[in-house]
């Protein structure tokens, strides 16, 4: 068995934080280089990685809250001290959380190409992440993909060919590194094909951040509410600029005086869902982001809930 609590120690939620990007020397208490590694799955390959090199920092991505759990447990097993995971979308966070020239290495194993057309933005190296690794790496700072997709590893090597900012070196076939994934143990006995693509970035560029400062808490107290006015926010969307925010529901809670609203807010490609909680108190009320779910406190976050408090007041 193992300690639940230490397990999760290395769990971070930057949703929490005050401000941004991270001061990632806060976090591991020293200056050491900063690899990151996204969909790192079970963390296998991150935890050898750490293991292997103590005088380096690791921050691993994932969505998946299964593969976040064992990746800790890999981490707690192997002693590790070195290592950081967050639950999110990298290609967002990477970009908010990590200050310019922070990381020296990005490492991605095997993801998911998405081979239909459709579903072509969802891959991870499109332009707008190049364009965020290029602030975020050092200036010789290197990327690096493992892939068992010919085409892919092709796609992703013309991407960063066209980029100004990146030099990008010739996909090796059948590479060999010492350490290996599972998956990538299991395909080299099955003789499977893969591919590595290095690219080095040659060149600085600034992209723009929605976290950039401090990040208060949005909260409002108004004198009264208008019931009708709040119900009828349900299906209602809101836009000021680039901030969005649709609320999706109304809950009542009749005797705590208490109402929930389920709302989705977007900046641009940062989509959030949360609840919007307004809670009845001596002598006002007060319009607050809900403690159950902790967005990153985005323009788009704070729009709504001041939105919401000024919608719904009673003149």
């Not at 103590?54 to 447990?73: M, R």
């Not at 599972?182 to 290095?198: P, S, T």
């Not at 600085?204 to 019931?227: A, F, Q």
Request: proline share 3%; with cysteine.
């Amino acid at each position: 068995m193992h300690d639940k609590i230490a397990v999760l120690k290395y769990f971070l939620k930057p949703q929490t934080f005050d401000e941004y990007p991270v001061n990632w020397k806060d976090i591991f208490g020293n200056r050491k280089k900063l690899y990151v590694e996204i969909g790192f799955g079970s963390g296998e390959y991150m935890a050898a990685l750490a293991k292997e090199n103590p005088d380096i920092n690791f921050v691993g991505f994932e969505t998946s809250l299964t593969a976040l759990y064992k990746a800790q447990i890999n981490f707690y097993k192997n002693n590790i001290k070195n290592a950081r995971v967050i639950q999110g979308d990298a290609r967002l966070l990477i970009r908010e959380l990590f200050p310019s020239g922070s990381i020296s290495k990005l490492i991605v194993n095997f993801p998911c190409p998405w081979p239909k057309k459709r579903h072509k933005e969802r891959r991870i190296f499109i332009e707008s992440f190049i364009l965020t690794l290029a602030d975020v790496l050092r200036k010789g700072g290197t990327i690096e993909l493992a892939t068992d997709v010919d085409w892919y590893a092709q796609e992703v090597y013309d991407n960063f060919s066209k980029s100004e900012f990146f030099e990008a070196q010739e996909i090796i076939e059948n590479f060999n590194r010492p350490i290996k994934t599972k998956y990538e143990l299991k395909w080299d006995k099955e003789g499977r094909n893969k591919y590595l693509f290095i690219a080095k970035k040659v060149k600085d560029y600034k992209v723009l951040r929605i976290l950039e400062g401090v990040s208060e808490m949005p909260h409002k107290n108004i004198n009264s509410i208008d019931i009708d006015k709040l119900k009828d926010l349900k299906d209602k969307k809101f836009q000021e600029g680039n901030k969005t925010f649709v609320v999706n529901n109304v809950y009542e809670d009749m005797i705590n005086d208490r109402y929930l609203l389920k709302v989705v807010s977007s900046d641009d490609d940062f989509i959030q869902q949360y609840y919007v909680a307004i809670y009845k108190k001596t002598n006002s009320w007060l319009v607050k982001l809900d403690s159950v779910t902790i967005p990153y406190r985005t323009p788009a976050v704070k729009f709504s809930v001041y939105k919401i408090a000024e919608l719904i007041e009673e003149i």
